[in-house]
């Protein structure tokens, strides 16, 4: 696919004001983007134009009403569930950590919807992230979506196999983080942090997300979860199933914790099995 740097603009500006509820100025717009003040200025025209920009008295920009509209239909298209932001919010206070849906396509994940709650959510997620579809992502709806597709998924690390296994037994699936690396996992979530205050820098960000997943997703086999000793457990995933029975989400939850005994890991399971399980029941797409 060719890409169009005017668009990329767009789209960044877009986002960035989507994690700046309070507003951001022109100049302000052009320095986290690496633009000139004419291009911000530019973009910033165009996006206002059909309100998917407002500028208020302070000349401060926030997203517009005309957004609405956009989110209704996507909404709509992806089959978010009804009441989601509610489910999520009370699953995350009853666990403790950051919660989060995804809708699973062909080739890529994208975050519908996330709940810090009292924990933190993984770096660099919200609203509108997309994530190739690859291991870990989408560990939860695999062991159901056709042969074609889990083998693409799998080739990308065979040794996922044993966590389709794990999905089976238990409905969910879970990983751990690399041993001795919580310093590295929290130096790596600061860098995220700041680049997200940097949009423009998509392809640093990337790089430091998957560098996450590779120290901080160690799948769990069956017999592991199982085991009787306190174990280290980052996150956890289960499908949501749509009006059909076909597996289209997953919802994830992120306890980030170095000891969690077998109670611990049996109330997280059934919490998050049960708000999968009513998440599904209110899935149309």
Do not use: K
């Amino acid at each position: 696919m060719v890409a169009s740097p005017p668009t990329d603009r767009v789209v960044a500006v877009v986002e960035l004001l989507a994690a700046a509820p309070g507003g951001l100025s022109v100049s302000e717009v052009a320095a986290r983007l690496d633009l000139n003040r004419s291009t911000a200025t530019a973009v910033l025209a165009a996006l206002e134009a059909p309100g998917w920009v407002q500028r208020g008295p302070d000349r401060l920009y926030t997203l517009g009403p005309g957004l609405l509209a956009v989110a209704d239909a996507v909404h709509a298209r992806v089959g978010l569930p009804a009441g989601a932001a509610q489910v999520l919010a009370a699953l995350a206070a009853r666990v403790g950590c950051g919660v989060a849906l995804s809708l699973v396509g062909v080739d890529h994940v994208v975050f519908l919807a996330v709940e810090p709650g009292p924990g933190r959510l993984p770096a660099g997620i919200r609203v509108g992230t997309r994530l190739p579809l690859r291991p870990p992502a989408g560990a939860s709806v695999m062991p159901w979506r056709p042969a074609a597709e889990r083998a693409a998924w799998l080739a990308h690390a065979p040794e996922s196999a044993a966590t389709l296994d794990t999905v089976r037994a238990h409905g969910v699936a879970a990983w751990r983080p690399r041993a001795d690396s919580t310093e590295l996992l929290a130096v790596l979530r600061d860098v995220v942090g700041l680049l997200d205050e940097h949009p423009g820098r998509t392809g640093l960000r990337e790089r430091v997300r998957d560098q996450l997943a590779s120290i901080g997703a160690h799948p769990y086999t069956d017999a592991e979860l199982t085991s009787d000793r306190p174990l280290p457990l980052s996150y956890l995933a289960a499908p949501v199933r749509n009006a059909r029975g076909h597996p289209t989400h997953e919802l994830q939850i992120g306890p980030l914790r170095n000891a969690v005994t077998p109670t611990e890991r049996h109330e997280y399971i059934t919490e998050l099995r049960t708000a999968a399980a009513h998440l599904s029941t209110r899935t149309t797409a």
